[in-house]
């Protein structure tokens, strides 16, 4: 039997619960089993947990439906747990090194307890000093093992569930298992520590909780408020049959009472059914009420007696005019000139125009990426659409004819983003661009992440001091109302970086169906036009951006790697967007491609790829091509950027530290040999889950035209996909 079972209820953080689990196996104390409770077995989280239970024997997963809420996901962990004693985890929490270690020897010393209460952190999902808010609460309990009569403030409401560390035996003689609905910490608080006989604390923070952007979702307006009476009621109910001491339902009393007064404050949280809160909390507190209870002093006894009482308009008069919440001032559009800034106030009173679409693409660069291909489809399956694309004055030339486009900070340009009603970018539009009630706007990024990305990047000095405010970088990612996503690892990854309220388009890249769709003639005609000499093998080398550099630096001695790889080697070289000059560096045998506006043309030309750690990898991964990553620099670019994986264990082909391996590989052709092979067929299963050709489609019936999402086409399966032919391929033919 081990020493803990660690229960981890996952629903809603698959992005983060990896860090969790984490967390506990790493920890010095290994004698425990880990229980991830997932909402079904195809869950997202489901995923995650099964990696690691295939790879520690310590991982036992466990189902338990999403409609059964957190409670049903504790009670299911603990139905599964064996260990001696029980601990719970948030999905997006983390326990502390060292943890598990100190509470074996507090149990050790206070043998038998029931419960023992820990001190945890509470940490600002991004700005603010962490707090230790159970700290003043534990300092006054005794040193060792006590009965509850001997404390008798610690009564388990003030309390979250992960606090502690439970018995097992002791919950399943006393049947104690989580109240249904929402406030479930309060009545298993409540409810353990009515039935515990001995208890203990450990003065040691154990659990870092992770404030969630969103806050929690208990503070939420709904019905689901008054679920907080059904809490209580069942807690003093249970009290009152257990024989409690005065002094211990005197401080159970209080301190329930006080988190019902906290909600019957605070009118924006109880959107409908105020009256009938107020009046059952009142009949609550008087049928319950200890005899000869005192009520506190000052503004908070007045409030006590108002609620005896039952005097809610008099408690709305105390109250309501006070809690009206501060609002943070949206964002205050700033064009440029004062004519535009009045003009554009004006323009966000007029109608959204509902057939009025804007695109950008890499701020501004020109029609390129998810947005082109977004707007290519919306042509096709929404011309009622109009369509406006927005560029920087220097691209402007470069925009194909038939587009229509308007110049990013111009009079027209404002106008545009007033009025429409779908905004799509890869990247973010303005910061002064106010979000419009009913207008929708779609995030399509522009890669799959392996580097860090949004507010991830903000343990890392070198790049937070390049990425600027990542406060105004949330508000922009507020605006959001759809964001795509081309595998899960990117969809969890982003739920990370970009913490928000939109919803995940796990529908793929737009940008990529062109992989699937393009003909051995389209193949032909882009190398002609790039300038591959016939019966050349074509290396697309695209090296990624290092934070760390100040400037292109290719990394690799190109016309020495061509001698040394073989005679028919040309390359093709991509340097990133942001070192896009607009002029080529062509010599000998390197092509320079940088320029050219569309990197998918520039990845159905190549035979293969060469890169570092650049997101292209995932795009051409999905031509099943061969992919080799020269990693001369791994270890510094993992420990300035941070990475998501270990590129070096799943790599989607050969890896290579040197130039001297990098030419022998394709000497020798392994480049493109079995292992190779195998390693690709891994990665791409991972990385080209929903990227199938129909993306774009996806994209404008959901979005545009308003299609359920049980009418979007589903997901081709990866090997019945039939990615564009090689020219290698094209030449054997």
Known sequence: MPRFSIIVPSHGVAGRLSQALDSVLGQSFGDLELIPVCDAPDAPAAAVAAGYAERDSRVTPVNSPPSDGLSGARNAGMQAATGAYVLFLDGDD???????????????????????????????????????????????????????????????????????????????????????????????GGLTTIAAERIAVLRRVVVRHRLRRQGSRLNLPGAHQHALLDQVELVLTRAAGSGLSAERTRALFEQLFTHVLKTASRPERLSSGRRAFFRRAGRLYRRHRPAGYRVPGGSLGLQHRLLAAGAYTAFRALRGANQAAARAAEGVPRPRMLRTR???????????????????????????????????????????????????????????????????????????????????????????????????????????????????????????????????????????????????????????????????LEYGYPRNDVYYTATADDVTRIRHRLGVPEGKTALLYAPTHRDHHTGFEAGLDLEAFCEAAGEDVVVLLRAHYFYDRGRARSSGRIIDVTAHRSSEDVCLAADALVTDYSSIMFDYANLDRPIVVYADDWEVYRETRGVYFDLMTEPPGPVARTPEELARLFRDGSYAGPEAKALRAAFRERFCQFDDGLAAERVVRRVLLGEPPEAIPPVIPLAERIPAPAAATLVRS
Request: hydrophobic share 40%; glycine share 6%; charged share 20%.
């Open 94 to 188: 983390l326990l502390l090194p060292g943890a598990l270690a100190a509470l074996d020897a507090r149990l050790t010393e206070t043998a038998g307890v029931d419960v023992l209460h820990v001190e945890h952190e509470r940490t600002p999902w991004w700005e603010g000093e962490p707090s230790n808010p159970a700290a003043p609460l534990l300092a006054g309990a005794p040193k060792g093992a006590f009965a509850p009569d001997a404390f008798c403030e610690l009564t388990g409401v003030q309390l979250p569930a992960w606090s502690a560390a439970y018995r097992r035996t002791f919950l399943t003689e006393r049947q104690l298992s989580f109240p249904d609905s929402h406030f479930t910490d309060l009545g298993w």
């Open 342 to 504: 009045l003009r554009y106030a004006r323009d966000l009173r007029r109608p959204l125009d509902p057939n009025l679409a804007v695109y950008c693409a890499y701020w501004g660069r020109g029609y390129a990426c998810n947005p082109a291909a977004i707007h290519a489809k919306a042509r096709e399956l929404a011309p009622h659409i109009r369509s406006v694309f927005l560029v920087e004055a220097d691209q402007a030339h470069a925009m194909p004819k038939d587009v229509d486009h308007a110049v990013i900070g111009s009079r027209r340009s404002w106008e545009l983003l007033a009025r429409a009603t779908y905004l799509v970018n890869n990247a973010n539009f303005a910061e002064g661009v106010v979000k419009r009630p009913g207008s929708v706007h779609v995030q399509t990024q522009h890669g799959t992440p392996l580097k860090t990305m949004g507010v991830d990047q903000s343990t890392y000095p070198v790049v937070a001091a390049q990425s600027g405010s990542f406060t105004k970088l949330l508000g922009r990612v507020d605006r959001w109302e759809f964001n795509l996503s081309s595998n899960r690892h990117s969809t969890q990854m982003w739920e990370r970086a970009f913490p928000g309220a939109y919803e995940h």
